[in-house]
């Protein structure tokens, strides 16, 4: 089956899902990242379920906070239920780096991938089932080049399985204040239950920045090389926009360009999100107008 034929029959299943949902939940404030040691492990999670009100249309959705305080700065529909792509990640970054801060793994151990990662569609580093990835490898993989295999290999090796790594970043989400963001997967691809807010990712981005900041220099980085590859990175203001030093892309038909920015200016820092952005280009124009406005 063709990936177009695939993502109409999901976007069809998923919007009888959407539609029969029966919780909601009141938008976040931007709060503070969770504790250290606040990633739930994989047993007996209970299911956690999360759909809106109404069914998640593509469209625009920004915000601007201050990175130290959370406060709002500026905002259109932040609360709006969109899909995040690859924004998603971020996720999945938090919960690798929480089990090395935990001992359950170190920068070097060795990640196995699976035939299903090594199967997963592009963006991808194109790894080989049976090969092995490490940990720093496989973050600075994601935060740069926003790799598919590499995502569902730390899902897999996490967690056994992705779907069971999705129930850990949602319950992570909850810890968090996450009320309105689903994960089911880990790499963003398209599924019309995964949902989220601009003002969830905000805080999401937030964290993950305060809580690691051993790992900034992976946002920032411009290219990353793996066996013998070099592939540059989804974020083209880092280098182009003073002050810009990550976060983190996002694009799937169904939610349009996404990104989350992080920039410090002068000791004042931002976290700025577009959602649903036209085009690549007029994404990054669109933020690159909010940092310029809000510094």
């Known amino acids: 089956m063709g990936w177009s ?25 931007v709060a503070s990242p969770a504790p250290s040691g606040a990633a739930v492990q994989s047993a007996s999670l209970p299911v956690v379920s999360y759909a809106p009100a109404t069914a998640v ?21 932040a ?7 690859s924004l998603t990640k971020m996720m999945t970054l938090y919960l690798l780096f929480e089990a090395v801060s ?8 060795p990640l196995t991938v699976s035939a299903n990662a090594a199967s997963q569609p592009p963006a991808k580093l194109g790894l080989k089932a049976g090969s092995t990835i490490t940990v720093e490898q496989a973050a600075r993989a994601l935060a740069v ?3 598919n295999d590499v995502a569902v290999t730390i899902a897999e090796n996490l967690a056994g399985s992705e779907a069971v790594f999705a129930r850990q970043m949602t319950q992570q989400a909850r810890a968090m204040g996450l009320s309105r963001t689903r994960f089911v997967n880990a790499t963003g691809l398209p599924d019309p239950v995964q949902v989220t807010t601009a003002r969830d990712m905000a805080t999401l981005g937030r964290a993950l920045k305060r809580r690691f900041p051993q790992y900034a220099s992976y946002y920032r980085a411009k290219s990353v090389s793996y066996d013998g590859r070099t592939f540059r990175a989804t974020n083209n203001l880092l280098g182009k926009v003073p002050g810009v030093d990550g976060l983190k892309t996002g694009y799937i038909r169904m939610s349009g360009y996404n990104l989350v920015a992080t920039a410090n200016r002068g000791g004042k820092r ?3 999100v577009v959602i649903g952005g036209k085009s690549e280009a007029a994404r990054d124009r669109e933020v690159t107008r909010l940092i310029k406005a809000y510094f």
């Open 5 to 29: 034929a695939h993502l109409k029959m999901t976007a069809a299943a998923g919007l009888a899902v959407v539609l029969a949902a029966c919780q909601t939940a009141q938008p976040p404030s």
């Open 57 to 77: 249309e593509r469209g625009y959705s920004a915000l601007v906070v201050n990175a130290a305080t959370g406060e709002e700065l500026y905002a259109v529909d």
């Open 145 to 147: 080049k926003s790799a």
């Open 270 to 272: 931002l976290v700025v």
């Open 79 to 85: 609360d709006a239920a969109r899909y995040p792509a």
């Open 102 to 109: 935990e001992g359950r793994y170190s920068l070097s151990s």
